[in-house]
């Protein structure tokens, strides 16, 4: 099935592409402006760092993402073990009744 809209795949490597790009067009930039080595450096060093920010919040929102699902899967087994305890609580009740129902039942007919 074919989409129009792009996969994350795809948008990903078309932003990695266009930021390639763009960091080729800055360094084109700076060598025809004839900054210095060191301020190429720092702007390279910029670059970089601007980079591992954005890896970190990407990594930020998968560790999210994985907590959120863990979170559910806990309040599931949380609300499962409810339940469980109910049911044997209904169960314990109704078996303190029946032997209270035929003790009577037996001390009425004598």
Known sequence: MSS?????????QDQQQLQFQQAQQAQQ???????????QNVR???QQLMQVQQDLQQAQSQI???LDAQKR???E???HVEQVIQQMNTFVQASQIQ????SSTYFRQN
């Open 99 to 102: 032997p209270q129902t035929q």
């Open 73 to 75: 899967r806990l309040l």
């Open 44 to 46: 390279q060093a910029q």
């Open 64 to 66: 999210d993402i994985q």
């Open 29 to 39: 930039a700076l060598n025809a402006s004839g900054l210095s080595t060191f301020t």
């Open 77 to 79: 087994t949380q609300q």
């Open 4 to 12: 129009t809209y792009p996969s994350y795949q795809q948008f990903q």
